[in-house]
């Protein structure tokens, strides 16, 4: 057991099962993170080219426990040493949240805590208020995530405005989409990424769309990649594959920092989070921002943690009520 004063603080367990990653953390009330493990269920789902619900949700049954297991054992905490349980709530993958949902209300009730529900969004931006470096509101934040991509206005912690959203793909699901057109399987961020530094992004001129306002949209650069792959036979997809993955990540880069000179105005700061974040090219056009840790870029459950300190605790046992949400 740790040191009396690492209970000077809350101590929140987090729980994260919207998607693809199984993931638990114990995160103190200063922002601490105590641990912060994820189960990727990546590769389960590679062969499908992305992720299939039901498969999500079983495979999160199979996982929640072990999961939560090793968070509160790398901790070195009990369960009955916490202070709060949080889960992500919405949105997300109906049946994948209420694995969360369900396992964190057990904990909850067994050992008569609170729960604090979280939107998975708020999450994402908590990203950036956990220790060593935290980063303080306000500021612009971009989030752009294999299901998300949003400019969210933070003027303090726990608030939240959406400015802009995506018409149609979400970011990375461009990427996901264009490294299935690569051939580069699922999920395919990261693999552009590496590739994109092998080849020339002036190879092929995607479009960058232009959209009024502070909105986004992806599906034109995304039909635009399909056309000249389909041009191309294998051999020559295999030689100009660098040259695409490096043209079509610029686009997406483009159009995700398209809106920077409006979100200075006014604004003192940008920050980006969400597992596109981890994006080398887009980290490197936006030098002033702030992102979130490569680790605490894709889905966790620190990042929950985080959120719960600034959100509303539910008390027991009114939280049993609590429904998953799939939007909003
Ligand atoms: O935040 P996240 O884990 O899940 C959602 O909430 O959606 O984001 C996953 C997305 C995937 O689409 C993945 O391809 C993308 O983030 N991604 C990247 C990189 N690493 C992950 N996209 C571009 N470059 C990367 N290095
Ligand atoms: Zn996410």
């Known amino acids: 057991m740790e040191g009396s004063d690492q209970r ?20 103190t009330q200063d922002g601490r993170i105590l641990s912060n493990i994820v189960s990727s269920q990546a590769e389960l789902h590679a062969r499908f080219g992305g992720v299939v619900p ?53 904990v ?33 934040c971009l989030l752009a995530s294999g299901g998300h991509t949003v400019l969210i206005d933070v003027p303090e912690h726990g608030a939240f405005r ?11 699901e461009a990427f996901d989409k264009g490294a299935r057109l690569l051939g580069l399987g699922y999920p395919g961020g990261a693999a552009i990424d590496r590739l994109a530094g092998e080849g020339n ?20 650069v995304k039909t635009a ?10 051999p020559e997809l295999e030689r100009r594959r660098t040259d695409l993955a490096a043209s079509y990540q610029r686009a997406i880069v483009r159009a995700l920092v398209a809106h920077e000179a409006a979100e200075q105005t006014g604004a003192p700061r940008i920050a980006v989070v ?3 974040a981890a994006n080398s090219e887009l980290r490197a056009a936006l030098p002033e921002a702030a992102f979130a840790p490569l680790p605490l870029c894709t889905d966790n459950a620190a990042m929950i943690a985080s959120a719960a300190r600034y959100a509303e605790a539910v008390p027991c046992p009114s939280y049993l009520a609590l429904d998953a949400y799939a939007s909003g």
């Open 8 to 27: 000077a603080g809350r101590l929140i367990l987090g729980l994260e099962t919207s998607c693809d990653e199984t993931a638990a953390a114990v995160v």
């Open 54 to 106: 039901e498969v999500a949700s079983r495979r999160h049954l199979e996982l929640v426990v072990p999961v939560l297991r090793e968070a509160l054992a790398e901790a070195d905490w009990k369960l009955e040493d916490l202070d709060a349980v949080a889960v992500t709530q919405g949105p997300g993958l109906v049946g994948a949240l209420l694995v969360g949902l369900s396992a964190a209300k057990a």
């Open 108 to 140: 909850a009730w067994a050992n008569g805590l609170p729960l604090i529900p979280v939107n998975h969004l708020h999450g994402h931006v908590a990203s950036l208020y956990l220790q060593p470096e935290p980063v303080e509101p306000p500021f612009l």
């Open 162 to 172: 959406v400015l802009g959203t995506t018409l149609d793909d979400a970011a990375g």
């Open 201 to 220: 992004p002036d190879a092929y001129d995607f479009p960058v769309a232009r959209v009024p306002g502070l909105d986004f949209s992806f599906s034109g």
């Open 225 to 234: 990649l399909l056309y000249a792959v389909r041009d191309l036979s294998d």
């Open 274 to 276: 969400g597992g596109v």
